[in-house]
T-cell receptor
Framework: DARVTQTPRHKVTEMGQEVTMRCQPI?????VFWYRQTMMQGLELLAY????????DSGMPKDRFSAEMPDATLATLKIQPSEPRDSAVYFC?????????????FGSGTRLTVV | DQQVKQNSPSLSVQEGRISILNCDYT??????FLWYKKYPAEGPTFLIS???IKDKNEDGRFTVFLNKSAKHLSLHIVPSQPGDSAVYFC?????????????WGLGTSLAVNP
């Protein structure tokens, strides 16, 4: 089965440190999303890309978060500097956007803890 | 302001019975609705979807019903199995130009008891 791969699965870091999360989307998928899941807010869309171009990053705190797709096989989400309130599970998802099924495939997530 | 609302944070059902998960939305521009299932320590997985031109879509034990006038959809699982125990997310999307993005509910945690 094709899958979206996220690394690392878990990350514990100290406040103020830089955190980089990586995502390998499914080959051939041209749409990539970054989500953050918290208990209070559920799944929040942080950013998404189509054909590697950023389409919407309005959900992302711009001062500390950045998202990029250096190539079609890699998407990155960076937090610098990290804060305790960034502690959450971060999911990457990819999709082809074709056909009537707009379901996306999610990775297993990166659980980030900032202490 | 939640555009997609799942008002029941949790639901408990006996194995073999029907599970009904509900979802309400406020944006009349939504034209596509999806249900995802999520197990602990995993990402959500796509379950079933429905276009606004339909009022029902069925896939095995899972059926989604859409009531556009009430802005309400529901997911029925019949019969429920212990393996169905998970968090279920409702999501909706509307076309904005060439872009679509999903708006998510907060999820309903389903427990199917043997």
């Amino acid at each position: 089965d094709a899958r979206v791969t996220q690394t690392p699965r878990h990350k514990v870091t100290e406040m103020g440190q830089e955190v980089t999360m990586r995502c390998q989307p499914i080959l051939g998928h041209n749409t990539v999303f970054w989500y953050r899941q918290t208990m209070m807010q559920g799944l929040e869309l942080l950013a998404y890309f189509r054909n590697r171009a950023p389409l919407d990053d309005s959900g992302m705190p711009k001062d500390r978060f950045s998202a990029e797709m250096p190539d079609a096989t890699l998407a990155t989400l960076k937090i610098q500097p990290s804060e305790p309130r960034d502690s959450a599970v971060y999911f990457c998802a990819s999709g082809s956007g074709r056909g009537t099924n707009y379901g996306y495939t999610f990775g297993s997530g990166t659980r980030l803890t900032v202490v | 302001d939640q555009q997609v609302k799942q008002n029941s944070p949790s639901l408990s059902v006996q194995e073999g019975r029907i599970s009904i998960l509900n979802c309400d939305y406020t944006n009349s521009m939504f034209d596509y609705f999806l249900w995802y299932k999520k197990y602990p320590a995993e990402g959500p997985t796509f379950l079933i979807s429905i276009s606004s031109i339909k009022d029902k879509n069925e896939d095995g034990r899972f059926t989604v019903f859409l009531n556009k006038s009430a802005k309400h959809l529901s997911l029925h699982i019949v019969p429920s199995q212990p393996g169905d125990s998970a968090v279920y997310f409702c999501a909706a999307s509307a076309r904005a130009g060439n872009n679509r993005k999903l708006i998510w509910g907060l999820g309903t945690s389903l427990a199917v008891n043997p």
